[in-house]
């Protein structure tokens, strides 16, 4: 995908992947950022014009010093919005992209199309703890994010040489950037109340899950679903935490459906 | 030279199969395995040992913070503090320290190390940790991308409290206050001697230089290790254009002093290796979150072979080991001297905190092995550093006419 650099009035200065032509759509990644395989994006390219910004902290994007907080984060995504110069673009966030753009759909609820929460991050259950992604090591993370976790392993790490130092660390450091930098809003708990604020939340909302989840297990999807007036519920099965990357057709075919 | 007797106060009653039954001494460890009422004695030995320590002639007694763990067990260590104000009057009380980033408001620190020097006369010296990321971020929750930058205005807030005469407002990012006004406030002019315990973050050396604080290198992993971190940081003070005193600088020390070197094995390892193979059992998920140490340290790398692979190599410890890679400094007095001297001189450091109790080293022993260094070891040591020797910008400077609570305590029949 080709990718363009836009800046924001704050500060930061992000790489855009942008592809496809029609309604635009604004993918926000999750905390582990975007993926070296593009395969969701892709098949949503076939409809729309995909934007998919890199949050400060992640791939080549820098200007973290900027973003501290759960507002920063969001009015960050508003900025991306307006930098991009589109007009009302449906929103599509995964997991911690998913948070951000709740968030958004709070707090400018006119300046959005339709929303697609995919595994989003942002509330919590008592009854349902989730796991302390801050203390998984590198090694760790495909088994609790894929359903299958071969697979997923080797999505993570492609591009990377095992056998090469300073492959590695170089690795390490990207990974310990964006984790450092997705703290911010997620650490200790990844919630930021949101929930208080739905009730703002004006767009038609897909919550779109994997089955198979075992980050933000389903019963999450139904907390976002009930909380959100005009919202339907999409389960995939097959699917882990990592849904758009583990089947990106089924991803894509839902977000169409909805999007329309 | 300097020493302080610094007891770390780990839980001494870890089942033999603690290794294998958790995965970490810290932060999930379950408190079942604590027992209150074991804890009471544990504490009164604990203490009575650092009030011995104050009259065998260490200049300082060393207390510090850590949470929900078996390794250390003084989430207050102001409190451990407060009470040998009262009962010692010489020795300096360094609480090496206080996590400052995690107290809202922090000026709560101001206040507690206020009143910490305030009754001991002036005896206080003050260490302010960033806090390990078992205790910071994940007991205490703060945000590991923001615990420095929360930690910088959490000093620069209890230092104006201490310094300025009216009270003030502060308006800062994780802290507001519309009053400042710091009672009591500290004896020491214009604050106690300050002390910043690192664990190998390369942004701490400039902000002791910055401050011209002491710079704490607190590693169990002996001098061996620490050779290129300290040369780092002397570098660094040598590139500040600062004098090289070696009071700049203090390291930890595990020691263990018996008649003979035969002795000192039979005494202390099976201590020892408690101490490496329980209390330092920590689950590496717990030691290195995302964004506690900046890239800039990553890259420096100094540590991260070793802390990658230091389960491991904790795993398969021996006593000879422990004493060959210098985590242990153990044997007669004179082979503790020599090697002792070899750390001094090598890491240049002008104060030495020093680790008597060990894991679940009996009372006895502790004792045994603290008194020896104290009669035969520390005295020729004293005089390493003799164009410093009148250096005090990194000590305590107690009131002269001050209280002695615990000679009082003598005379009604309450002393020990």
């Not at chain 1, 902290?57 to 969001?74: K, N, P, Y």
């Not at chain 1, 075992?214 to 139904?222: G, M, Q, S, T, W």
């Not at chain 2, 607190?218 to 005193?245: C, E, I, N, P, T």
């Not at chain 2, 153990?330 to 905190?353: N, S, W, Y």
Request: net charge negative; charged share 20%.
């Amino acid at each position: 995908m080709k990718a363009h650099w836009i800046e924001t009035p704050r500060g930061p200065r992000c790489r855009v992947f942008d592809a496809g032509s029609g309604a635009p759509l604004l993918f926000l990644h999750g905390a582990g950022g975007l993926l070296t395989d593009n395969a969701p994006l892709e098949a949503l390219a076939r409809h729309y014009r995909v934007l998919a910004p890199e949050f400060p902290g992640f791939g080549e994007s820098t200007g973290e010093e900027h973003l501290e907080d759960m507002l920063d984060f969001t009015l960050h995504a508003g900025d991306v919005i307006h930098a991009l110069g589109i007009d009302r673009p449906h929103v599509v966030g995964h997991s911690m992209g998913g948070m951000i753009a709740a968030e958004l759909a709070c707090l400018a609820p006119r300046d959005i199309d339709k929303l697609v929460l995919v595994a989003a991050a942002g509330l919590w259950l008592d009854t349902h703890p989730i796991p302390d992604l801050f203390t998984l090591l590198p090694h760790e993370f495909a088994e609790l994010l894929f359903h299958d976790p071969v697979a997923g392993a080797a999505l993570l790490t492609a591009g990377i040489d095992a056998g090469d130092p300073q492959s590695v660390q170089q690795f390490y450091i990207a990974h310990s950037r964006r984790l450092a930098m997705a703290g911010k809003i997620l650490f200790p708990i990844p919630n930021r109340g949101v929930a208080k604020r739905l009730y703002r939340v004006r767009a038609q909302t897909l919550v779109l899950w994997g089955a198979e989840d075992r980050l933000l297990p389903p019963v999450y999807a139904e907390r976002w679903a009930a909380l959100i007036a005009d919202s339907k519920l999409h389960v995939v099965e097959n699917a882990g935490h990592m849904v758009p990357y583990e089947q990106p057709k089924e991803f894509a075919r839902a977000v169409r459906e909805f999007l329309g | 030279m300097r020493f302080t007797w610094f007891n770390l106060m780990p839980w001494p009653y870890l089942p033999d199969d603690f290794r294998e039954k958790h995965r970490s001494v810290w932060v999930d460890i379950p408190n079942r395995l604590y027992d209150p009422e074991r804890g009471h004695h544990v504490y009164h030995e604990y203490m009575d040992q650092l009030e011995y320590a104050d009259a065998l002639g260490f200049d300082g007694i060393g207390v510090n913070e850590h949470h929900q763990n078996g390794y250390g067990l003084m989430p207050s260590p102001n409190l451990i503090a407060a009470s040998l104000a009262r009962r010692t009057s010489r020795a300096a009380i360094c609480v090496i320290g206080n996590s400052i980033a995690c107290y809202n408001p922090p000026i709560r620190v101001a206040e507690e190390f206020a009143m910490l020097d305030v009754i001991s006369g002036g005896r206080l010296v003050a260490g302010f940790p960033v806090g390990t990321p078992m205790d910071t971020n994940f007991c205490y929750g703060q945000i590991p991308a923001l615990t420095r930058d929360k930690y910088r205005e959490a000093h620069e807030l209890i230092m104006r409290a201490w310094r300025e005469e009216e009270p003030f407002a502060f308006d800062g990012k994780y802290t507001q206050l519309r009053w400042v006004n710091c009672w009591p406030k500290p004896v020491q002019k214009p604050h106690p001697p300050m002390y910043i315990p690192g664990g190998g973050s390369i942004e701490t050396w400039d902000f002791c230089l910055d401050h011209d604080y002491n710079y704490s290198y607190l590693s169990f992993f002996g001098y061996l290790r620490a050779k290129s971190l300290m040369d780092g940081y002397w570098d660094q003070v040598a590139k500040r254009g600062k004098d090289a005193s070696p009071h700049r600088a203090a390291f930890a020390q595990i020691i263990c002093v018996a008649e003979t070197d035969a002795d000192a094995e039979r005494l202390y390892a099976e201590h020892c290796l408690y101490f490496f193979n329980r209390c330092l059992h920590i689950y590496p998920g717990f030691a290195d979150p995302p964004g506690y140490r900046t890239v800039n340290t990553i890259k420096f790398g100094a540590l991260s072979a070793f802390v990658q692979n230091r389960q491991q190599i904790l795993q398969n410890l021996t006593w000879k080991q422990l004493l060959d890679e210098r985590f242990v400094i153990a044997g007669g007095p004179d082979t503790v001297r020599q090697q002792l001297e070899e750390c001094i001189k090598g890491l240049r450091v002008g104060h030495l905190f020093c680790l008597f109790h060990n894991g679940n080293m009996p009372d006895w022993k502790t004792r045994l092995s603290s008194r020896l260094f104290a009669e035969n070891v520390m005295p020729k040591l004293r005089d390493v550093w003799p164009e410093w020797q009148h250096d005090d910008r990194w000590w305590v400077k107690p009131m002269a006419a001050r209280r002695r609570p615990e000679e009082t305590l003598a005379a009604t029949g309450g002393a020990r």
